[in-house]
């Protein structure tokens, strides 16, 4: 692989309302995933897989990852997810291990948790400083509408496997619940996913919902007041995942038109999130970001009252 395209495979530091500063790491091809959820950033699937392959190689990767650090890259994580489910590598392992000689910055995994089931998965997992796990239904009927998944995959399939890695795994675990409004915020819908959630007991529940360009129109994020009674429904460890607010310096550098790009590829980003996660002086990046809107090369969004960019 060429040294351009080595370093399309990490992407950042970009803004975590989870993580901070989070240098990401791609595992996989865009969309390569077993879900299709209706709320993805990515957009629209092609259809999902189980299969697990060597799809990006973990030499490559590693070799990216240590280049993004010698270039001065200082994230908060090293994250694995990126542009689709990062289990699906084979070499998930090797990939987790090399990072680990490589640097002491601590590692993430971002995870739709729907391979779990599989002993060899949980193994591989094992290596992570911290994983972060998805959970969006608490009934099949609803998690087919949210996810979308591979056919071959159940929902008590996946809660079972989440269950199996939270007794194996001694790290903390960050279960996320995105919230879709009208689709698993009801009574009931809540009351099934609380249930689920207290037999996988992790040490927070995020809850998320919709604050980027979805893959569909009518994936609508849940207003905030309701979020907040949610919280409280939950209880204590359950926390609302907040806007980014990370360190960032008003001396930051000039922008590259490539970390610009390679930050929105994985998804799409105000000017202040940009600006946040690369360290990048605002002024100058607006200046740029009209460039590349004029080039063609990025269109800007209203997405509820938010300027969010995209490339096109």
Sequence with gaps: MSSEKKRMLVYGPVPSRRLGRSLGLDLVPLKTCTFDCVYCQLGRG?????????????????????????????????????????????????????????????????????????????????????????????DEATFRLINRPDELLSWERILKGLISFRAEFTGPIWLEVMLVAGINDSEQSLENIKAAIERINPDKIHLNTVARLPAESWAHAVPPEKLVEIRAFFGGSAEIIAAYSGRHSPHSHSPRREEILGTLRRRPCSADDIASGLQINRNELVKELALLESEGLIVGEDWEGRLLYRPT
């Design 46 to 138: 092609q259809g999902t897989l189980l299969k697990r392959d060597a799809y990006i190689h973990a030499d490559d990767l590693l070799d990216a990852v240590e280049e993004s650090l010698a270039a001065g890259a200082d994230p908060d994580f090293i994250t694995l997810s990126g542009s689709g489910e990062p289990t699906l590598n084979k070499q998930l392992s090797s990939i987790i291990a090399g990072i680990k000689k490589l640097t002491t910055i601590p590692l993430a995994l971002i995870t739709n948790g729907s391979l779990l089931w599989d002993e060899e998965v949980r193994r591989d997992c094992a290596g992570c400083d911290l994983v972060l796990p998805s959970l969006d239904a608490g």
